[in-house]
């Protein structure tokens, strides 16, 4: 009869070792699987939620963050802000479809509407109506992001 304490250390040592192999092979991105039509919609609808949670909250900073990259590299964020001039007020937003503009889910048209409220003909008065917009947002470099109007 073998020692329990030898096979316990070999079945350690047997799990260790497997544990280490999926580790290298996940950091080196071989397990990773790419997301499905569907999971990719839902990725971009969050993202574009969060992007829109941010301009509702008058956070342009953050909001500036989901500009390409190529977008924050020509236009400061001061002339980000400048489109934001503060006549209306945005209140919600609702995603209501996305689409894929090529095969290879890299680009997407993104149509919304969004609530939004500002300061009737009438002084003292408020006038509230929802937008429906569409929007373009491509995938660079694995993460989403919304192509702004220069």
Not at 75 to 81: G, P, T
Not at 97 to 109: G, K
Not at 132 to 145: P, R
């Amino acid at each position: 009869m073998r020692n329990p304490l030898t096979l316990l250390r070999r079945l350690l040592g047997t799990v260790l070792l497997a544990l280490l192999a999926a580790l290298l092979i996940s950091c080196a991105g071989g397990t990773e699987q790419p997301l499905s039509a569907a999971e990719e919609k839902e990725a971009l609808k969050a993202r574009v939620q969060a992007r829109w949670e941010a301009v509702i909250a008058e956070d342009f900073d953050k909001a500036y963050e989901f500009t390409t990259p190529s977008y924050r590299q020509a236009y400061s964020k001061n002339h980000f802000f400048s489109q934001y001039g503060g006549q209306i007020d945005q209140e919600g937003v609702t995603v209501l479809e996305v689409t894929f503009q090529n095969p290879e889910r890299t680009a997407a048209e993104v149509s919304l509407n969004v609530d939004f409220s500002a300061e009737g003909v009438t002084p003292g008065t408020l006038f509230r109506n929802t937008s429906y917009l569409k929007e373009t947002w491509v995938k660079e470099e694995g993460q989403w992001w919304r192509v702004e109007r220069r």
